[in-house]
DNA sequence: CCCGGATCCTGCTGGC
DNA sequence: TGCCAGCAGGATCCGG
């Protein structure tokens, strides 16, 4: 399930292998992983053929290609992984393969670029660039201040150097919801999934119940500091692989999960006071917590 | 406007 | 052994 993390690694993987890399040649092998492309396969095609890519850039779990070619207008070639989704470079055939791009090198070299995707929540599209809100660059990987349509309303993520912490925390506190909720919600502070958030609320000791307004700043702060020192030591570790739906564009695994505290370690001892570990469905998801560590809120009456 | 629940999808697993 | 319910969860859509 790629988060942050995984994306960051798959985004460092691209900038390495397929800058200047023309696109020559597309395979659409599933038509709905271009339900984001307006003007469907054609479009799709039409904008994409004999463009190379200039820069590879992400925000939160969204990651694109910019665009240079016969195109009049500023585009990307936007990628959103889902919870299945990889790109792959010179892999074998997978029967999940969505989309396969055809790359031709300066030097001559060819190599195949590879959309998988099993459980077919991800999607690829050719998209016009827009000017960021705030005028800053539009996420890692990029100084251009600009970010695809698709992406306008996804917010800054906790690697972004011009996110704003002190604005961040006021919104936060301004929600009425839970503070798990608040962590997920992409229009919040973007990257965070389900993993992160689980083992962020771990670190900090709360319940994913604890309303979001009754926390005092601090505490807002030094759960967003766990959050995003947690998803620093997993992109360090190359992210995190559960079950082979996350590998980095050479196929290579990440080594994260063997550090996870609490996700997906029902029953297992909680690494600071060795109680149990339990889950429980919260937002139609599983929720893994310390039942000692992070006691649940009072409910109000 | 804000909040929260339902929904899309595929493949694997576990229970009977 | 075979079948089927349940589970995994990104973002988005819609109803209250």
């Not at 240079?68 to 207008?73: H, R």
């Not at 889902?82 to 055809?102: A, E, K, T, V, Y």
């Not at 909720?181 to 958030?197: F, H, K, M, P, T």
């Not at 429980?280 to 893994?288: D, L, Y």
């Amino acid at each position: 399930m790629p988060e942050l993390p995984e994306v960051e690694t798959i985004r460092a993987g691209l900038a390495r292998h397929v800058l200047d890399a023309t696109v020559v040649g597309l395979d659409i092998r599933r038509d709905s992983a271009l339900r984001r492309q307006d003007g469907g396969r054609t479009e799709f095609t039409d904008r994409l053929l004999g463009c190379h890519f200039t820069a590879a850039v992400r925000r939160g779990k969204f990651l694109w290609l910019t665009l240079s070619g016969a195109d009049e207008v500023a585009a990307a070639l936007v990628i959103h992984l889902g919870m299945s989704g990889q790109l792959r470079l010179g892999s074998p055939p997978s029967s999940h393969s969505r989309i396969r791009f055809d790359l031709s090198f300066p030097d001559g070299r060819t190599e195949v670029l590879d959309f998988v995707d099993q459980r077919t929540f991800g999607y690829v599209a050719v998209r016009d660039l827009v000017p960021t809100a705030d005028g800053l660059p539009g996420g890692l990987g990029s100084d251009r201040p600009q970010v695809p349509d698709l992406a306008a309303h996804i917010a800054r993520d906790l690697l972004d150097p011009h996110l704003d912490r002190t604005d961040l925390v006021h919104r936060i506190r301004a929600r009425q919801t839970g503070i798990k909720r608040a962590l997920l919600d992409q229009e919040l502070v973007s990257g965070i999934g389900n993993i992160y958030a689980d083992e962020a609320l771990w670190r900090a000791g709360l319940h994913y119940a604890r309303a979001a307004h009754r926390l005092r700043s601090a505490e807002v702060n030094r759960l967003l500091d766990h959050a995003s020192e947690v998803m620093n030591e997993s992109l360090a570790a190359g992210g995190t692989t559960f079950d082979e739906l996350y590998v980095n564009v050479d196929g290579d695994a990440g080594y994260f999960a063997r550090a996870l505290a609490v996700y997906g370690r029902t029953g297992a001892n909680c690494p600071r006071c060795d109680t149990p570990i339990v889950r429980e469905a919260f937002m139609n998801r599983s929720s893994f917590r310390c039942p000692r560590c992070q006691r649940p809120p009072r409910t109000r009456r």
